[in-house]
């Protein structure tokens, strides 16, 4: 099932098989889709309450299938908290492998916002890529940083 949301950064579009989100889409130009289920219900709810700044945290079900490093490495994602950041080179400290091959992991992210992988920077304070583009990244990134002080981010 499927349903597409607008938010105030954009519309989105959330999958879901077996009462569990799958993919999320960012930026998402399609035509209209309407399903309703009680997970897709949950998951635009929290994440416009999330994108409007009025709650910090999902709790939404998920399924993230991809391979177990890529798995490692969005586990890794999970634990940067709200209005935090990390580095690439973080991930990859906690996930293995290199930087690089943690950024080519966090780019497979099937679900943005649920896993965080926008918090994700690199060590020099730029803020990399994002699969939804570097504006709504940076748009993200501010809008959490708006909670904790002046952004450090270039």
Avoid at 43 to 69: C, D, H, N, V
Avoid at 121 to 147: N, P, V
């Amino acid at each position: 099932m499927k349903r597409d949301f607008q938010t105030r950064l954009g519309r989105v579009l959330a999958e879901e098989e077996n009462g569990k989100i799958t993919h999320i889409s960012l930026g998402y130009s399609g035509r209209e889709l309407g399903d309703s289920s009680p997970v897709l219900l949950m998951a635009e709810e929290q994440i416009k309450e999330y994108m409007e700044g009025r709650i910090k945290e999902l709790s939404i079900p998920f399924s993230a299938r991809g391979t177990e490093y890529q798995r490692s490495v969005w586990n890794a994602a999970l634990k940067i908290p709200y209005g935090e950041v990390r580095t690439y080179r973080w991930i990859s400290e906690i996930a293995g492998g290199s930087p690089r091959s943690a950024g080519n992991a966090l780019s497979a992210n099937p679900i943005p916002i649920i896993i965080p992988c926008h918090r994700v920077i690199r060590s020099d304070g730029y803020i990399g890529g994002f699969s939804a583009g570097s504006e709504l990244k940076r748009k993200l990134l501010d809008m959490e940083q708006l909670h904790y002080g002046e952004s450090v981010l270039k």
